[in-house]
C-alpha cells in the first residue's frame, strides 16, 4: 500500500475555500486515490475518488496532477460543519481500507 | 436504506466481561468491515468479509477477539474476556466491492466501549 503524507491540521474561516494535499511518492500505476471525512462522533463517510485529472461531485473536488505523486482535495466556500478529519487513503481495488492520521480540519465563523 | 447499523450505541462493561457488538449492512454489499477507533492508534481494519466468509483477520489484536457473520444481513465482533485497553469505538462498515465502489464504504455510527 502507497504511504500517504497529509498535514497533521489546517485551519479555516467559514466561506473560503480549503485545499488539502496529500503526497504519495510511491503510488503505483494501478492505485486510486480515495478521499473520506469523519465528523466527531461518527464513522468516517467517503468523499471522493480519482485516478488522474480531476473529479467533481456535489461535496469536493479533486485534482490529480499527470505524475500522480500527490493530490488536492478542494473544498468550496466550507462552513462550519464541515469541521472534520479528512483521510487521503492510496490503492488498488483489490486493497482494503487503511486509514491514517488525517487532517483536522477547524473552519472558524 | 437505513445504512449499516450498529448496536449498542454505547456499552460499559467490567473488566472479564463478554462483549459482544453487532452490526446490520446495506441490503446487497457483498462486503463487511470491522474497524477500532482510539486516539492513540487512529483507524484500524480488524477484519472482514466477503460474502460472509471472513478473508483477513490480521487486525484482530488477540485471540480474545473474534468475529462472526453468520448470514449476509449481520456480523457479531466479540470480545472475551474485556481488559480495559480494549475501550475504543468499534465500527462496522460495508461496500458493494472491496475499493471499487463508486460510493465508497458506508460506516455505522459505531459502538463506543468503555471497560472499567
Known amino acids: 500500500l502507497a504511504k500517504t503524507t497529509q498535514p497533521i491540521s489546517m485551519d479555516s474561516y467559514e466561506g473560503q475555500e480549503v485545499n488539502i494535499t496529500c503526497s504519495h511518492n510511491?503510488?503505483?500505476?494501478?492505485?486510486?486515490i480515495t478521499w473520506y471525512q469523519q465528523f466527531p462522533s461518527q464513522g468516517p463517510r467517503f468523499i471522493i475518488q480519482?485516478?488522474?485529472t480531476k473529479v467533481t461531485n456535489e461535496v469536493a473536488s479533486l485534482f490529480i496532477p499527470a505524475d500522480r505523486k500527490s493530490s488536492t482535495l478542494s473544498l468550496p466556500r466550507v462552513s462550519l460543519s464541515d469541521t472534520a478529519v479528512y483521510y487521503c487513503?492510496?490503492?488498488?481495488?483489490?486493497?482494503?481500507?487503511?486509514f491514517g492520521t488525517g487532517t483536522r480540519l477547524q473552519v472558524f465563523p | 436504506d437505513a445504512g449499516v447499523i450498529q448496536s449498542p450505541r454505547h456499552e460499559v462493561t467490567e473488566m472479564g466481561q463478554e462483549v459482544t457488538l453487532r452490526c446490520k449492512p446495506i441490503?446487497?454489499?457483498?462486503?463487511l468491515f470491522w474497524y477500532r477507533q482510539t486516539m492513540m492508534r487512529g483507524l484500524e481494519l480488524l477484519i472482514y468479509?466477503?460474502?460472509?466468509?471472513?478473508?483477513?483477520d490480521s487486525g484482530m489484536p488477540e485471540d480474545r477477539f473474534s468475529a462472526k457473520m453468520p448470514n449476509a444481513s449481520f456480523s457479531t465482533l466479540k470480545i472475551q474476556p474485556s481488559e480495559p485497553r480494549d475501550s475504543a469505538v468499534y465500527f462496522c462498515?460495508?461496500?458493494?466491492?472491496?475499493?471499487?465502489?463508486?460510493?465508497?464504504?458506508?460506516f455505522g455510527s459505531g459502538t463506543r466501549l468503555t471497560v472499567v
Open positions: 462498515a460495508s461496500s458493494f466491492g472491496l475499493r471499487d465502489s463508486p460510493y465508497g464504504y458506508t
Open positions: 510511491n503510488i503505483a500505476t494501478n492505485d486510486y
Open positions: 480519482g485516478y488522474k
Open positions: 487513503l492510496v490503492g488498488r481495488n483489490t486493497d482494503k481500507l487503511i
Open positions: 441490503s446487497g454489499h457483498d462486503y
Open positions: 468479509f466477503n460474502n460472509n466468509v471472513p478473508i483477513d
